[in-house]
């Protein structure tokens, strides 16, 4: 089979092949969801490929969503590093048998191998998301680095990701494009706050929550270890936690430790945040770094405030509003101060909560990202 060429037709659908690392919920999968199945079908014909395994219930929400819009999926199995070849030459006939006009790849991996098997396949073309400001693997960045003459455009959730793409990265400027992420407001207008006894809270309650991977980027432990500066002054809050991780048990021992542990709930996966966010007064993010947290958009649209570290993406996200949402990350008291403001004074919150809305819906729309990457897509692949 001759590879496939670039694409010359105005009328020719374009093929495109959507690579992502793994499929089960999160950021950069519905991300990657959304554009599958928002993409004008007339123009676009996309297929899906995950290295990684199909994921089981009640995980596999996001692959039913692509299958039932038939869209096909393919699933490659990688369980780790030893699988790296294997996906590799997968991906690799994949490519040859589909004959994409473009591959975009989302998060590290699929953006390795993505770009690798599309060029060992012919595809002319490769689109790389860069989802987060990779601080934690310097090789990761020089991978991405001399690698980089494979891939036409990288795009970047936020202008902080490419400015860290580009200073710390050594990405070319010239091959760095910005598109944020977007969300579909009117879901949640018709979403219903849950019924917060559902994620351990006692009858009464209110909620300060927050919701993410419980690991060392999201810095749930930082939080905890000073969680009584500002536990001690709203005596009518909890935390619940919603989220999984490998710092699960930690985070629990320090909840104990801290004396707190009646206030802190430790909820798990759940598969109804935005309703969640309805029902909480509002949302920390306490992280290390970021590249435009999902989250924080999720609770805009909820029309809630948000108590957030000054980490990549969020002062985009919240604009002018910005400075009194964020603190410098590590600073214990301002977010007590900023939290214990916010939560203490109902008129404050619902302030912020409704510019926050606004922002969202007149910034972020999923339309808008949609639209984005569609445009970026004719460019590179068009004449």
Known sequence: MPPATTCTAENERLRLALCITELEPGGAERALVHLALGLDRTRFEP????????????????????????????????????????????????????????????????????????????VPHVVCGIRVAEHRGRWRLWADRVTSRKVDVHVCVSQAVADFSRTRGGLAEERLVVIPNGIDVSTFDQTVAVDLTTLGLPPGRRAVTFVGRLDDQ???????????????????????????????????????????????????????????????????????????????????????????????????????????????????????????????????????????????????????MLAAYQQLYDRVARP
């Not at 596999?60 to 699988?83: K, M, N, Q, S, T």
């Not at 964020?326 to 008291?333: F, L, N, R």
């Not at 004074?345 to 409704?354: E, K, N, R, T, Y």
């Open 47 to 122: 297929v899906v490929y995950c290295l990684a395994a199909r994921p089981p219930q009640p995980d596999a929400a996001l692959v039913e969503a692509l299958e039932a819009a038939g869209i096909a999926v393919h699933f490659l199995g990688a369980r780790g590093a030893g699988d790296t070849l294997s996906a590799l030459r997968q991906l690799t006939q994949h490519f040859k048998s589909q004959r994409p006009h473009l591959v975009q790849s989302f998060l590290f991996h699929a953006n390795m191998l993505g770009r690798l098997a599309a060029r060992r396949a012919g």
């Open 218 to 368: 999201k810095r749930v432990n930082w939080m905890l270890e000073h969680a009584q500066q500002w536990l001690g002054q709203l005596d009518q809050h909890d935390l619940p936690i919603v989220g999984r991780g490998p710092q699960r048990e930690l985070l629990e021992k320090i909840a104990r430790q801290q004396g707190i542990g009646p206030r802190v709930h430790f909820a798990g996966w759940r598969d109804d945040v935005a309703g969640i966010l309805k029902a909480s007064d509002l949302l920390v993010l306490p992280s290390a770094w970021e590249g435009m947290p999902n989250v924080v958009l999720e609770a805009m649209a909820a029309g809630k405030p948000v108590v957030a570290t000054d980490v990549e993406g969020v002062r985009e996200l919240l604009g002018p509003a910005a400075d009194d949402q964020v603190v410098p990350p590590g600073d214990a008291e301002s977010f007590a101060s900023k939290l214990v403001a916010i939560a203490g004074d109902p008129a404050l919150a619902s302030q912020l909560g409704a510019a926050n809305r606004r922002r969202v819906a007149e910034r972020f729309s999923l339309a808008a």
